[in-house]
């Protein structure tokens, strides 16, 4: 089972069941949510998912609202108005992280120019559906 919280503990989950995908998210807007060069999000389903606290949430695009914790600043989760049934969790927020492995880049070509990784993951230049 995975688990997780904010950095100051307020917000605290846990997913009783795998990830359906996991990836990176070179996109400038998780780049901003995130303030770091890359997002790496684990997409769960919403019926093996369990919070405890209440989110902050603003929305960034049409496609999606960011939730992050309204007492420390961390980024947490991104909900989809396409797949209600689901939720991405930012695997940085994980307890323990070890098995949650990332198959694919997102939005590669919106990376940071010195960003690279050594990987032979699949690079889209979208995010794939
Ligand atoms: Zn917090
Ligand atoms: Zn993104």
């Keep these: ?21 996991v990836s990176y998210c070179h996109c400038v807007e998780c780049r901003r949510f995130t303030g770091s060069a890359v997002l ?5 389903n919403r019926n ?6 209440n989110t902050m949430q603003y929305r960034s695009s049409l496609q999606g ?6 007492n ?5 989760f ?6 209600p049934d689901r939720i991405e969790i930012l695997v ?5 992280a070890d098995t949650v492995i990332p ?14 990784v050594a990987d032979t993951l699949p690079r889209w230049h979208t995010m794939p559906s």
Aim: proline share 1%; hydrophobic share 30%; glycine share 14%.
């Design 1 to 21: 089972m995975l688990t997780g919280q904010c950095l100051c503990g307020e917000i605290t989950y846990r997913v009783k069941g795998e990830p359906t995908r």
């Design 40 to 44: 790496i999000g684990a997409l769960v």
């Design 48 to 53: 093996v998912f369990e919070m405890n606290g």
């Design 65 to 70: 609202i960011r939730h992050f914790c309204g």
């Design 72 to 76: 420390c600043g961390s980024s947490m």
């Design 78 to 83: 991104y909900e989809f108005d396409n797949y």
């Design 92 to 96: 940085g927020t994980m307890d323990n």
């Design 103 to 116: 198959t694919f880049h997102g939005f590669y070509s919106e990376r940071i120019g010195w960003f690279d």
